[in-house]
């Protein structure tokens, strides 16, 4: 069997322990305390932890995220603090309702990674759009959500790699801009947010906590969830939306070919979204997928399901609302009658096909 060198610390322990109790019996060396001998325990025990948490080449174990509900709506679990799933230790989100701690890319209303979405049937689907375009993700009578992607050409492949850089939220009479900052080099220390309510930009100090909102209706609020880089934005009958800026890092780019360069390390924003009011009109990437008798387009059944459909969903920019599927602006339509829309329940999918979820 081979010797890797994690097993240095466990025998480097046995034999010092050995020889120890031999040269104590033979006089040679004093007898160690009690109190000592727990000390060098310790430290040992210490250095076999951290060995066991590596093995050649890869990183130690990461230590997980803490998040919390932030929302007052349900008392029962606001601000009660969790740990990340394992799966996921630093990319998750409390769902209130159960006041569980779920990975962010395996909830309903997740878009994340090359674009990839949970779909609000429960059903995961990649839609990859094209590189510097703008696609409309949600679309209904009140409120408009276009996408703006960034990417880069495969030129093994017949399509871009691409990711969000961007969201423009039109409700109303009024927009709202969510971006991440163009970034050669990621650096944790650093805020790469952009924020602009009706054009205006909006400055959140960098502290956990820190509160916008609109001084009048309607009455939106933007929340940081960590010290930089994160928020919650949430129109309190409209949506609220989990927004993280992360940056293509280079295992994610030598994994998937990615060949991510000094020059741009593609920051982009993760998101998680909840619908409060949708009508069963709603069209849009991911908006179709909340209609009552929705049926998904996508190819199940294969390792990466896509949804096509450019023409369908293309936008002239950030905040156009003139996308064939648009709805934005249309007589309204009965609302769905789930209020704010039910957690599911998911199981599997994770890294796999798809998702089954239970309402």
Not at 310 to 317: E, N
């Amino acid at each position: 069997m081979a010797l890797h060198f994690y097993h240095v610390p466990r025998l480097l322990l046995i034999w010092l322990i050995k020889r120890r109790y031999i040269l104590t019996c033979m006089g040679v060396v004093p007898a160690v305390s009690m109190k000592k001998l727990w000390g060098i325990c310790g430290l040992f025990l210490m250095v076999l932890w951290l060995s066991e948490s590596m093995t050649v080449g890869q990183p130690m174990a990461i230590i997980p995220r803490k998040v919390r509900c932030r929302s007052v709506k349900y008392s029962p679990c606001y601000l009660i603090w969790h740990f990340c799933p394992i799966v996921c230790p630093t990319s998750c989100l409390v769902d209130c309702i159960s006041c569980k701690p779920v990975c962010s890319c395996n909830f309903p209303g997740a878009v994340c990674e090359d674009p990839k979405f949970v779909g609000g049937d429960g059903i995961t689907f990649y839609f990859h759009g094209r590189k510097d375009q703008d696609f409309c993700i949600v679309s209904d009578t009140n409120l408009h959500i276009n996408a703006h992607f960034i990417g880069k050409r495969n030129p093994n492949m017949k399509r871009d790699f691409t990711w969000v850089q961007s969201i423009g939220i039109m409700f109303g009479s009024h927009k709202l801009l969510v971006a991440a900052k163009t970034t050669t080099t990621w650096d944790d220390n650093l805020d790469r947010l952009a924020l602009s309510f009706d054009d205006m930009p909006i400055h959140l100090p960098n502290k956990d906590g820190s509160k916008w909102r609109t001084p009048i209706a309607p009455c939106v609020s933007i929340t940081r969830t960590g010290d930089r880089n994160r928020v919650v934005i949430e129109d309190e009958e409209n949506f609220r939306i989990n927004a993280v800026v992360v940056p293509i890092t280079a295992e994610e780019s030598r994994v998937h070919s990615y060949n991510i360069t000094d020059e741009d390390c593609f920051a982009h924003l993760e998101l998680g979204f909840k619908f409060y009011k949708l009508t069963n009109g709603v069209a849009g990437v991911l908006g179709q997928t909340y209609r009552r008798n929705y049926v998904s387009k996508a190819k199940m059944g294969v390792v990466m399901p896509v949804l096509g459909g450019l023409h369908k969903f293309s936008s002239s920019s950030i905040f156009a609302t003139d996308c064939p599927e648009s709805q934005f602006g249309n007589q309204a339509l009965p609302e769905n009658s789930h209020g704010e829309y039910p957690t599911l329940h998911c199981s599997s999918g994770v890294n796999g096909t798809g998702v089954v979820c239970k309402k």
